[in-house]
């Protein structure tokens, strides 16, 4: 879910599994739902939205998968109806043969893996935020916000 503050002149684009809705409750504000900083472009123009200051937070791939796998085995009524990944984990799955199910398909079916760069930058590879944090180092980079 993303958040804009007009009254802070804020964007901050949420991407999965990056402590996004630590930052959620912190604004006190009703997210927009799961939109990219191009969507979010898009929706206010260019002229607003890059009058704006925008944060995103990223997560080391590896450990995006675990926390994916994770939820998705927690929660699995829940992630049952978010498209994050072209595949979820079976019931009762090891973490290692879901990787393997995630690898092969997305190969064999031309499928990317969930890149969290491209939720951040337009579809010429441009930056569209103006401040990356870094789920590892969250609590210090939430003084950027």
């Known amino acids: ?15 999965s599994r990056t402590g996004g809705s ?10 927009l739902g799961v939109a990219s900083a191009q969507s979010i472009r898009t929706f206010m123009g260019s002229t607003v939205y890059d009058s704006f200051y925008s944060v995103a937070f990223i997560r080391n791939p590896f450990d995006f998968y675990v926390s ?12 049952s109806r978010v498209n994050i ?7 009762n799955q090891q973490f290692v043969d879901y990787i393997q199910l995630v690898y092969t398909t997305c190969l064999s079916n ?3 893996f969930y890149n ?18 870094r789920y590892e180092t969250f609590t210090s980079n939430l003084q950027y916000i």
């Open 1 to 15: 879910m993303s958040v804009i503050r007009y009254d802070l002149n804020l964007i901050f684009i949420h991407l």
């Open 85 to 91: 990944l072209p595949v979820k984990p079976l019931p």
């Open 68 to 79: 994916l796998y994770c939820a998705c085995t927690q929660y699995a009524d829940i992630i």
């Open 110 to 112: 031309s499928i990317p």
């Open 22 to 31: 630590s930052i959620e409750l912190m604004f006190n504000q009703p997210p």
């Open 116 to 133: 969290q760069i491209n939720q951040i930058t337009d579809s010429n590879g441009n930056l569209l935020v103006d401040y990356i944090g």
